[in-house]
């Protein structure tokens, strides 16, 4: 379950997506909750969606629910650092740096 990175971010890591995780701040950019900012609370694969703080729904009994976003709905503006997520940003900014390399050589041979 990954969603995007914010612009940013993508710049400093030079790469355009990563899984989303608990405790990673995310910007809702679809739907109803369009520009709320919170912290992820849970991520439920079973149901392929993230909870964020902050946003939840009333039930008519006066309880609150959280709302189950998509995590495609959804851009990181800040990711929770650990070892585990730095091996994976330098694995995947090393793969697209190789990519940018390659179309800028221009080092494409014409087949006759």
């Known amino acids: ?12 890591h030079t790469t355009r997506s ?3 995780r608990k405790d990673d701040e995310v910007l809702i950019v679809r739907g109803k909750y369009k520009g709320r900012e919170g912290k992820v609370t ?11 703080e902050r946003v939840h729904v009333e039930k008519s ?7 189950g976003i998509h995590p495609s709905n959804v851009v990181i503006t800040n990711l929770k ?32």
Do not use: C, F
């Not at 849970?42 to 964020?52: E, G, L, S």
């Not at 650092?81 to 995947?92: G, T, V, Y």
């Not at 990519?99 to 494409?108: A, I, L, Q, R, Y």
């Open 1 to 12: 379950m990954s969603s995007p990175l914010s612009k940013d971010l993508r710049s400093k």
């Open 18 to 20: 990563m899984p989303i």
């Open 42 to 52: 849970q991520v439920y694969r079973k149901k392929w969606v993230i909870h964020v």
């Open 61 to 67: 009994n006066a309880a609150t629910v959280p709302v």
């Open 81 to 112: 650092l650990d070892n585990d997520r730095r091996a994976i940003l330098e694995r995947k900014g090393s793969k697209e740096s190789a990519k940018t390399e390659k179309k800028e050589s221009g080092d494409v041979e014409m087949v006759e």
